[in-house]
């Protein structure tokens, strides 16, 4: 039995008996996945919330740990009313504690920012995610020696194309050991207290049942409601307070006016040296060419990219190396209130062009537009996989069912007004990070 | 009012519209206290505890808010029996928290590996803290618009050679703000339970009194004995489980090892590319010469240093190379656990020698012995200053007081069985740690 | 310095040599408050979640270190933006903490079961309390000693007629030291963790404004808006799973019917031994006598009447000793659920009065009908009482606060759409419970 | 699966379709079992502790809990090195459920005061539980109904005489069940924090092996010595702290004395109301027929015993109503401290008779002395029962077991010099309690 101490779950033990968990530990020990140990969870949360320091190597642990639970839970209480067989789990247990723990695998550092600068054509980390399950990886190997093809498995799964339906949603829906885990993670680590809500009990009326032809989890209608109310507020809460935060928005914002600075000056033939690793990536013409390139892909990480910021510092650009000393040393933009909020920024263009001639920087970097949305719960049904025009948000956009004592099902926003009242109401925030000066030119401007 | 959310203390507030909060805020904010956040609190910890990713940044916030919760109780609780002013403690609150933000701002990247090998003479943590304290920084310029002379006060505050005694102890003693924020925090966020104990009832016993001349802090006799030796105990056990952690060492050899194979190459007159920051401090002579070097001594990152391991990886130098990959990978040598102990293992240089043979890997990089030894209490009375020979345990060794209700003091090992027993016992640790397959040598020589 | 331990808020501390702290102190020390030690906070919830235990003792200790934390706050974040004086807070200290620590001085046992039998025309706990602190008691010399007339200041801050509107709404409003210490107290000690929510934040977003000519505490707009719903919702899943859980509502249906019987058996002439207060309070005529005889209502625990209960199971009436011997072992009626809901259960008469006859148990001891109802939030201001017909829930009705920087209010259910959506709807459980054989004879009967 | 809420543990559930759990929960819901929520766990701490409130009821259910969990451990991890068949331990769990659930099923209300009112000969509760379980009760029944035979199996499991050796110790040793929850619970609910330790930790190091013929529980010899430090240290601290303070034993003294003057005032003529159930215990002349009266004895519950206290209030005699009045207000004597210790109370004896006379109390009534006595512990093997003269301590006494990776087993005081220390050190408290003014008294005679 390996036990691993976590601050969430205090212990996640695995057992080294079992072949199962033997893999899943084969997997822990591999270099893609220790490679995790080196990309924070929350990007630039750090600088809002002190403590929010924590991995995505420690995030896969506990989703797995999740995963176990919730199919000793499905386990336990097979429901009596529904013909339903829940073979299509247990039976895939192997394939549903792979998918988890391997489900960040292709997340890169720096949160979403340098996946922007790198993207071609739509390419998400779930992406590489697949690839690198896919590719020569140490990864691959060990899932393949488990049985031929298993790797595939594990693909689809994340993917959500697998044909086990209950199984991806135990990994990526509204209800998830994905989410459940980053919520509970997350707001412990910044201290944060809004993503708290009751696991045990979660977990403990956890079921399961058959929405049209498909298996599905959800709660018990009686005793599941209010945690279900509970959760989704927990993850409202979450998405308005903290991974929206103005000053991670703001820190995420100067990344990527960073690494376009670096493009834009590399494009003008300076030379801007950067991760070799990023040189070649960018390189890539299109999506399959840059999947393939998936060995690069793995050799990125925080400390990789923040050496670079740190080297920047010393540009001769003094733009990047404004940016990069401003963003390490967390003197970064203060938000540009009007009353008449995001869409009157646009007007103070022309201060904007006054600001670039008194301090030599280009519009584009002194004006940092962000708008940031997401949802915490979705209506509409999304079959196999996300949408492409959802953004952030795509991953899991399913909903949360509750079944009664004779296995009959109800969507959670047809039982839950409260539910029912945030379900279409993004949340959203629009904002401009501008230089803390300005807002002086601004009121020696306008009064 | 400025609140930093924090995983230990929830909420950590700073008055902005005091004069002295804001100077915390405003050494908060300085380039070098911002580089904390770059430093984790426990070196190599993380590969063994997951979620032990937190930085000195955070903790140095959670000793400076304990440092303002012990001076409040402190003025709460004068103590009537005793004849003492406690002005030294109240009218310096400002040289308190400046003392307590500072204390860890000397601290470099890889815990004490890095030290080690920039050591010239002795020089140490604290040293470089009160280098940059004095040196020509941000923080000094904080301080000096306060009151000129103030960052040489700060400076022997934590050289603990200031006059005012009771602030010097509050800092760094048996019982200090320092130490009780990282044992709940390490405790917290490795997962390992072992370092809790009540602060709110620690906080309520905190007393003032004398033992000869001076002032010392101390707790409740009757209320406090308990709450003492539960602190010691926590403190015991966090050495022998957490900080002594065969892996967490094991690592740390390895990072010495990596640093010893540049310097041996580099003396051989191989290129081997290093920070320059560390060229820079490598070239000193002497103590005096390396100490005026702290600017590039505060560019030094965990990101950085990480950055040349990953690097070397592809050294041509398989000694280097191998290392590094191990170290990134987490694939480290294991314990060699012989029956005859440690002394034992000095007699398997023979064998050594052969796996040296065979693999080409010196004996040096084979046998890593590690020697890591503390005390969770120490006896003797060490005036000012902790003694050279003290070694990791140098920073405070002093004694905890309890003060009955006639002020009359008494020390914890004399009234305590328990932490009279453990006072002078060593926790001690020698061990090797060698290849994986090393013990395959060994079983085919020995049988 | 006073401690209390406390496994809400850990430490409750009272400064013995403070003048207030001393009185509050004083008043712990009274019969009066000593009494409250043998009152249950939830009175029949122990039968439902095993932990229930906690007394209107330690809530009022809970509360008043609330009303402590509060108005410190208060004194921390003076408003600048609106020209108010919190004097009337701060200097009404003694008054504020007075009001907290016997907000329940006049609760009764057995919760509102017994209240409803002693009831001569509307008495409620609140008037208790106010004839309690207004007669001749321990607790009227200890307030009065303090200075002349402050008893019927106290009663005022209570009965919500005293003209510092800020003090009475510190104590008994949406957003009060009261319900903020009940919720996390319940919460914590039945086990079910719905009424969690970030004290610390929530104390640290506090804030007083102007709304009209009323000086209010609310919260900050910006950073309280969520904390504020947090609450809201805490407060509902309370009152939806523990307050009106099924079995806690049919425990004190089974204590009404057991006093409705004594009265009944004892107006048909037989003898049925009671606790003498209990009598003497039954033979008052109207309100005003029924105060007068505070001296007997203070002679009412949970013990005595649970002697009661306990002696009564070896009544010679079989209803009596029946429904007294089911409550003491928890043997109690089923909730009887038809699809057609609570009205349909009028239409079961006719088969009780089968079960009357085949059990000799009269229809009004088998169909025990229950209606609770509450609601999270109200929407309509409430002057300064609460009015007559709102039942259960009259306590404190008013509306929370959110105040912007420049000091402007608004009213929670404005601001958040989650609010507006339940404040207008009832929560309501409607529920009828019969013996558990009932549910044969229906069977047999309609199949 | 019904599950109760708890506060320790969250989430308690049994499995209604196991055979085993639909037992363990009959039992729960016989009369016998329900009279524990009458019965406070720790009878007059709640004076001092204002939230220990809980009951033998909610103790009872956690420590069936913390069995279910022993169990699940001690299969996943039999000892591979050992040749032990665990077969005594997972075979038998009903055996081992049932001891865990009915193993307080014999307390008797107001702790020990009570039980030496009515002792005859020794008898404890512990007896009472055997009896009652073997009697003519709902639970004899439910047991029977199991297996003939099986009420007689489960009394010698908490009598200690059963032949399943591991079976008793998981019930009843040092690291037992019982005194894991109740250290959790009553440090959790009393409010301080010295009874925690990490729960998840100790359950994930035990481990069965042999010491001489017998199987034994003990704990992983590497992994575990520090938790089992910390569990010792856990009750050291308890009973230095909690379980021995001078508030509460002053209050249990004062019951003591309460129905030691009831007895002499019956005994010398005076007609004083009792519980007919205490009366008719009281007649019995010796052990057998006193337990032949448990149906008495389940009569007595905590608020019984309340309601005469309260009733004595109007007694009479003066030193029966003082003394129940005081009790009832918590107005209780102060402990006489004089340099010289609890002998030099002996000569205060003319003091008292000085008192005596003015007061009209007897002597007896003046002082009380209270001699508690405990150990944290203990070194000495007790074969399977108790020995007759460790009085308060006798429950179980036995020791803590590590065992190494060869299945050696190792006594924890032999492997811990911290346990070593404290093993036959016996926390005593020796204590006189005197009325409030006879401390003047004192100071007029000798200054």
Redesign the interface.
């Known amino acids: 039995?390996k036990?691993?101490?976590?601050?969430?779950h205090?212990?996640i033990?695995f057992?080294k008996d079992s072949q199962i968990e033997r893999m899943i530990l084969d997997i822990i020990?591999s270099?893609e996945f220790?490679r995790l140990?080196?990309i924070r969870q929350l990007g630039f949360s750090?600088?809002t919330?002190?403590?929010a320091?924590?991995?995505r190597?420690?995030h896969s642990?506990g989703a797995t740990h999740l995963m176990k639970r919730f199919i000793e839970q499905i386990e336990?209480?097979k429901n009596k009313h529904v013909n339903v067989t829940i073979d299509e789990i247990t039976d895939q247990r192997a394939l549903a504690l792979c998918a988890a723990i391997l489900h960040d695998i292709g997340h890169g550092p720096f949160s979403h920012a340098l996946e922007k600068m790198i993207t071609v054509d739509k390419v998400n980390h779930e992406k590489w995610s697949v690839q690198i399950i896919k590719g020569n990886t140490e990864v691959n190997q060990i899932l393949e020696s488990y049985k031929s093809g298993f790797a595939n498995e594990v693909a689809e799964v994340i993917e959500r194309t697998h044909n086990s339906r209950a199984i991806v949603k135990l990994l990526s829906s509204q209800l998830d050991t994905d989410r459940i885990d980053y919520l509970l993670r997350d707001s412990?680590?910044?201290?944060?207290?809004?993503g708290?809500?009751?696991l045990?009990?979660l977990i403990?009326v956890l079921r399961i049942g058959k929405v049209g032809d498909h298996i599905e989890v959800g709660l018990d209608l009686e005793k599941g409601l209010?945690i279900a109310?509970?959760f989704v507020?927990a993850r409202y809460?979450m998405y308005?307070?903290v991974y929206f935060h103005k000053t991670t928005r703001c820190a995420e914002q100067f990344a990527m006016k960073i690494f376009a600075r670096v493009q834009q000056l590399r494009a003008s033939g300076y030379f801007i040296e950067m991760p070799y690793e990023l040189e070649k990536l960018l390189s890539a013409k299109d999506l399959q060419e840059v999947l393939q390139l998936y060995p690069y892909y793995l050799?990125l990480?925080?400390?990789?990219v923040?050496?670079y910021i740190?080297k920047w510092c010393n540009s001769d650009d003094l733009v990047l190396s404004g940016l990069c000393k401003q963003l390490?040393?967390?003197?970064l933009y203060k938000e540009f209130v009007t009353k008449e909020g995001f869409d009157s920024y646009k007007s103070i263009i022309n201060l904007a062009n006054l600001y670039e001639k008194e301090h030599g920087i280009p519009v584009e970097y002194i004006l940092l537009e962000d708008d940031s949305h997401s949802s915490a719960y979705k209506d509409n049904y999304i079959s196999s996989k996300a949408k492409q025009d959802e953004g952030q948000e795509a991953e899991a956009t399913e909903q949360i069912f509750l079944f009664d004592k004779s296995g009959e099902a109800a969507e959670l926003s047809q039982v839950s007004?409260?539910i029912n009242?945030?379900r279409n109401?993004k949340i959203r925030f629009k904002r401009v990070f501008v230089p803390k000066d300005f807002r002086n030119l601004y009121i020696k401007k306008y009064g």
């Open positions: 039995m036990a691993f101490r976590d601050p969430v205090n212990l033990r057992d020990d270099k220790q140990r080196h750090f600088f919330y002190p403590g320091e924590h991995t190597f420690a642990l336990r209480t412990m680590l910044t201290g944060a207290g809004y708290t809500f009751d045990e009990w403990h209010n109310e509970d507020m809460y308005q307070n050799g990480t925080d400390f990789k923040w050496y740190d390490l040393g967390r003197d007004r409260i009242e945030i109401n």
